[in-house]
């Protein structure tokens, strides 16, 4: 497949020209560029036909989307513009997970949109009801398809106008179904209209940053370039375009890949079910360790894996998670597998339970962020108003959102997250 970006990067480079342009290194990294002459703008290429334009045309052939978008913003900047694009068409009030990730509600803030979040059966689970009671009075839905644990939400055609958060999921386009099953679908496999912002850079060979903004055949597109700009940089990385060009071409030539890697891993959760490791259900290319289970928190296993030279993706109290990669080998899991298994295990604990919190709402979150606020210890911020998003990273999931009223379930939720201070409104006089 034509890989017009880094064809032009690689003749730009050969040139060898006095680069009297951005960026400062003046070649130092000599595909960082800027703009020049032939570079197409990321912005603008829906109108330039140029080398930006055709890469994203080749990249919606291959996930089959009627219109995809580079971001280089990664899928916040996506979430952002897909929002934009929703507010753009009359979406005042959005449906949304209250498992959403942070750039939900910052966008949301700034489009001055209220967002209806919608509860999961289990705490930071993507699992939620949809239905015609609980969407009532939204003009749009945000559904995040994989969670951070590898759940998934139930594939339901909610018939009103979709954003799909589908960060943890780009390479479930290139999934054998016949191999893997239909639990864990590409939104663009769904069938019916939707817009869906994905991460390139979480499970895809490209640098990070790299995301996707697609529109599938029934949706609206045509401002979706200038809600980009609205968020995006005006000085978007060539870097990272150039590896998303450098996918469409891997991908086309190599789909087995994905393939290659999901049994991989597949292989790797039979091994360690053997060998009794306690695991929870998840997405093909993810393993979620209970490490309760094992006699130990989350953070003490993911200690003993970085003993044994693996890094984990993420860990809590109760689970540690793995994230493997398209291009994940059997070696990779091989490792992996020592890793796990020389960890010393324990006695078995019981989950620990985080309190369910529902917090009253106190004013709209667009409101309550930008209004004056000051800095409180967390065990004096019951019965005050939140002010700013308060969020562990990963997953990057408020507890509290700004305009939520602080009671006592809210603090304790934060305490067992480690939180310490929180911001708050001040109130008048003080």
């Known amino acids: 497949m034509n890989t017009p970006i880094c064809n032009f990067l690689e003749r730009y480079t050969g040139e060898n020209r006095l680069r009297l342009h951005m ?21 603008q290429s829906d109108l330039s036909g140029g080398i930006i334009g055709t890469s ?47 750039a939900l509600a910052s966008a949301a803030a700034l ?20 239905n015609s009671e609980t969407v009532s009075g939204a003009d749009a ?53 939707l817009i869906c912002a994905e991460s390139a850079h979480k499970t895809l060979p490209v640098i990070t940053g790299s995301a996707y903004l697609h529109f599938s055949d029934s949706a609206d597109a045509p401002r979706a370039k200038e809600m980009m700009a609205m968020f995006g940089s005006s000085s978007p990385s060539y870097l990272i375009l150039e ?18 890697a999901c049994e991989a891993v597949a292989l790797l959760k039979e091994k360690l079910e053997s060998s009794g490791i306690p695991m929870r259900k998840s997405d093909p290319l993810r393993i979620t360790i209970n490490a309760r289970e094992c006699g130990m928190s989350g953070f003490e ?33 091989e490792r992996a597998e020592m890793a796990v298994m020389f960890v010393p295990m324990g006695i078995p604990q019981p989950l620990v339970k985080f309190p369910a919190i529902q917090p009253a709402v106190d004013m709209p979150m667009w409101e309550a962020m930008f209004k004056p606020q000051r800095i409180v210890s967390v065990e004096r911020a019951s019965g005050e108003v939140c002010g700013a998003l308060k969020s562990p990273c990963p997953p990057g999931v408020p507890l509290i959102f700004p305009g ?27």
């Open 23 to 43: 960026p400062g290194h003046k070649g130092e990294f000599p595909h960082d560029i800027t703009e020049v002459f032939g570079a197409d703008s990321l912005y």
């Open 56 to 102: 994203e045309a080749l990249a919606a052939s291959v996930f089959g989307a009627k219109k995809t978008c580079y971001s280089c913003g990664g899928s916040t900047l996506a979430i952002q513009a897909g929002l934009a694009v929703l507010k753009s068409q009359g979406c005042n009030t959005i449906a949304a997970s209250r498992y959403s990730h942070r």
């Open 111 to 130: 489009l001055k949109m209220n967002v209806k979040w919608l509860y999961p059966r289990e705490y930071m689970t993507a699992d939620v009801t949809y």
């Open 141 to 193: 839905l945000f559904i995040t398809n994989i969670d951070y644990y590898g759940g998934t939400w139930k594939f339901i055609n909610p018939k009103m106008p979709v954003l799909i958060d589908n960060a943890h999921g780009a390479y479930l386009k290139f999934v054998d179904k016949n191999i893997f099953g239909t639990e864990y679908l590409h939104p663009l496999d769904l069938g019916f209209p």
């Open 243 to 260: 590896s998303l060009d450098r996918f469409n071409s891997m991908i086309a030539e190599n789909v087995q890949m994905v393939n290659n």
């Open 301 to 333: 296993f993911a200690r003993g894996l970085r003993a044994n030279g693996v890094e984990c993706e993420m860990a809590d109290e109760n689970y540690v998670v793995l994230m493997f990669s398209a291009i994940t080998s059997m070696e990779d899991c």
């Open 404 to 430: 939520e009223i602080i009671d006592h379930n809210v603090v304790e939720a934060l305490k067992m997250h480690g939180v310490k201070t929180v911001s708050v409104l001040t109130k008048s006089g003080v």
